[in-house]
């Protein structure tokens, strides 16, 4: 199959990998010159697990190309992938004009039928419009179908996600179509769905929106945790087993952050809200995530009283594991409120101190944990890379200026930690 990507973005990238890799010839545009550049020199924008690999034996072997202009490639392509950026307006509304410039080009462009699938996460209703713009644009009488078919991949573990989907989603305006694409999806042998384009693209919404609904429930029964005794991860344990439930997303912590969850929620609320539905639990989901950082920084004041002059050791940066990305990472707003009360902070990241500079630039950034714990007044656990739940822990209680940890992630075991000599904070544990 010919593909066309437009986009080179974490979808885009990820998505025209494994298309090649599966035997597809794959070419991937962006308007972005220096990424196209560098992609062409087998540079990765953004850090993810098994990726370089993956496009360097696939450049190699020629099945994937990186271009500036996807025009020339609109006629060459029977698959178009839009996989452009979609981010949200200052009112929550997805901004949609990267999806419409993407949907003109192939307007101008075609000369014969196409699939055009829309992979961006994308509000429902994107596919008619997309429609509309390419019968606007386009001068010919040429044929074409308009598919949704969300990417479900989460970052960290995109590559892993992309060859082994829970699902793979087909929103189409018949089966005929459906099956086309399918074609391409068949050899991973995921369950399927098919159905109508708006459907397929409200899946994609209310699945994240669902499992950041489950985050902030879990929060919540932390903080009655916290107050009654309890134990949040026997709690999580103790639901999770309920099949109905599930214990995946049930981590209680500082709550969810990245690229996705935090615009997706708000912007399906702006849609329901535009359909006349006030949807009250993602207002919620909102509410309680938007108070965790405070939350962990009330729990070190409570210790420290006086911030002023006091220095925190940060572990993790990135929104998560895995990752070098740093949007809407809880580490930037735990920093700030700390800033706010006059501490300072030392911050080591595997991968993300690069990111991180640019926005934190009052933060100190260390080679590794330990320089970071050096002579701190606390650690603070951010981010759950696994190198943390490995360190020396003998070696960090005799850094710190006072052995206390605040635990953000949960991700050591109380009782060992305190046999150390620790005092130890964590989520959801009095
Ligand atoms: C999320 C979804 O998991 C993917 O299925 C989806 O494709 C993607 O958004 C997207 O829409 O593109 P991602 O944002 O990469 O993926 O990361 P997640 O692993 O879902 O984590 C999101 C946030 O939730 C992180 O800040 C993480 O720390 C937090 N989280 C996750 C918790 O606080 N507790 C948990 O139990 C799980």
């Not at 010919?2 to 986009?7: A, E, N, P």
């Not at 050899?187 to 397929?200: K, Q, R």
């Not at 049930?250 to 615009?263: E, I, Q, R, V, Y």
């Not at 809200?273 to 409570?302: P, Q, S």
Request: hydrophobic share 45%; glycine share 10%.
């Amino acid at each position: 199959m010919r593909i066309l990507v437009m986009g080179c973005g974490y979808v885009g990238l990820v998505t025209g990998a494994v298309f090649s890799d599966m035997g597809n010839e794959v070419t991937c545009a962006d308007v972005d010159k220096n990424r196209v550049a560098s992609l062409n020199k087998k540079i990765m924008p953004i850090y993810e697990p098994g990726l370089e690999e993956m496009v360097r034996r696939n450049m190699e072997e020629g099945r994937l190309s990186f271009v500036l202009d996807a025009g020339p490639h609109v006629e060459w392509a029977e698959i178009i992938f839009i996989c452009v950026g979609t981010p949200p307006k200052d009112d929550g509304e997805t901004d949609l004009s990267q999806v419409e410039g993407a949907a003109r080009l192939i307007g101008e462009r075609l000369t014969g039928y196409k699939i055009v699938v829309n992979k961006s996460t994308v509000p429902v209703g994107t596919g008619d419009f997309v429609r509309r713009v390419i019968n606007e644009t386009k001068t010919t009488g040429a044929d074409f179908d308009v598919v949704s078919n969300p990417e479900f991949l989460r970052e960290g573990s995109a590559i892993a996600d992309a060859l082994n989907p829970e699902r793979v989603v087909i929103g189409a305006s018949s089966k005929h179509v459906a099956m086309k694409l399918l074609e391409m999806y068949y050899t991973l042998g995921a369950p399927v769905i098919i159905t109508d384009v708006a459907s397929a693209e409200l899946i994609k919404y209310a699945s994240n929106a669902f499992l950041a609904m489950k985050i902030s429930f879990i929060n919540e029964i932390a903080d009655i945790c916290e107050k009654s005794g309890a134990n949040v991860a026997d709690v999580a344990r103790g639901v999770g087993v309920d099949r109905r439930i599930g214990r995946e997303f049930l981590n209680a912590g500082l709550g969810f952050g990245g690229s996705c969850f935090p615009k997706d929620v708000v912007s399906l609320l702006h849609t329901s809200n535009g359909l006349g539905v006030e949807f009250d639990m993602l207002k919620a989901t909102l509410a309680v995530n938007g108070g965790r950082a405070a939350h962990f920084v009330t729990r070190i004041t409570n210790r420290f009283p006086d911030m002023a002059g006091k220095t925190f050791g940060v572990l993790g940066l990135a929104f998560k594991p895995d990752t070098d990305d740093m949007r809407e990472a809880k580490s930037v707003e735990i920093i700030k409120l700390l800033d706010e009360k006059g501490a300072k902070v030392k911050a080591y990241d595997p991968v993300a101190m690069a990111n991180a500079k640019k926005i934190l630039p009052g933060v100190a950034m260390c080679d590794n944990a330990y320089e970071a714990a050096k002579g701190a007044d606390g650690l603070l656990i951010v981010t759950e890379w696994r190198e943390f739940r490995q360190l020396n822990m003998e070696r960090i209680k005799s850094l710190l200026k006072t052995p206390v940890i605040f635990d953000g992630r949960n991700i050591y075991d109380p009782d060992r930690i305190r046999a150390i000599g620790f005092e130890y904070y964590c989520v959801g544990k009095a």
